[in-house]
């Protein structure tokens, strides 16, 4: 019973490398999304997805780009990691959206960039 | 414009006592509200929800209180031990979104 799987759990970045991160989900859940998690920011959403073959930008989007190929995966892309996307990134899912709709989160990745 | 809040960044609480932790939201169309706990290098984990026909919801040993008229949320947990160290958030879904709030530090004294 895996639940939601982010990958890797920790990564360190020089300014303008590009990476992905990794979000893959058991549950057959429709909605995926990506957060960030700052000190007395609470969780902000970058982007998030509906069902394969849609994406939508979060309040957060810049510098970030996702796809949805399947319903299991929902990869995040760094194009070009700034300082400020130091943070801890928070993949979660869920079976739809609305009323009675739990969010299950990943256990995070912790990036840093140089 | 749209907001989550709560009320204090860090609660000490001795062993054994109640803890409640508040949570102020600013639409009044949000509909549901999720109290997730983040425990230190996981994932929040859902605690306890609550739909915005209801006031109150029990689960084991804690309480989720919805006060619509001054868009207000409180959670309670009943003999706070030291596995209930974490931060606490509130989740307010309105028009199918979610919001979170800042978080709590909950900070449980021997």
């Known amino acids: 019973n895996a639940g939601v799987t982010q990958t890797p759990k920790f990564q360190v970045l020089k300014t303008g490398q590009s990476m992905t991160l990794q979000c893959a989900q058991d549950m057959n859940h429709e909605y995926m999304s990506w957060y960030r998690q700052d000190p007395g920011m609470g969780l902000r959403l970058i982007h998030y997805?509906?069902?394969?073959?849609?994406?939508d930008q979060g309040e957060v989007p810049n510098g970030y780009n996702v796809s949805r190929s399947t319903t299991e995966d929902f990869p995040l892309r760094l194009l070009s990691a700034a300082p400020s996307q130091t943070s801890v990134y928070f993949c979660?899912?869920?079976?739809?959206?609305?009323?009675?709709?739990?969010?299950?989160f990943g256990s995070g990745t912790q990036l840093s960039v140089l | 414009g749209e907001s989550v809040g709560l009320h204090l960044p860090t609660l000490s609480v001795q062993e054994g006592d109640n803890s409640i932790i508040n949570c102020a939201y600013s639409?009044?169309?949000?509909?549901?509200f999720i109290w997730y706990k983040q425990e230190s290098g996981k994932g929040p984990q859902f605690i306890i929800d609550?739909?915005?026909?209801?006031d109150k919801r029990q689960g084991q040993r804690v309480t989720v209180l919805l006060n619509k008229t001054v868009k207000h949320l409180s959670l309670q947990i009943a003999a706070t031990q030291p596995g209930d160290s974490a931060v606490y958030f509130c989740?307010?879904?309105?028009?199918?979104?979610?919001?979170f709030g800042a978080g709590t530090q909950v900070v449980v004294t021997p």
């Open positions: 639409n009044s169309a949000s509909d549901y």
């Open positions: 609550i739909r915005s026909n209801m």
């Open positions: 979660a899912s869920s079976r739809l959206t609305g009323v009675g709709e739990k969010l299950f």
């Open positions: 989740a307010v879904i309105s028009w199918g979104k979610f919001q």
């Open positions: 997805s509906v069902g394969a073959g849609i994406t």
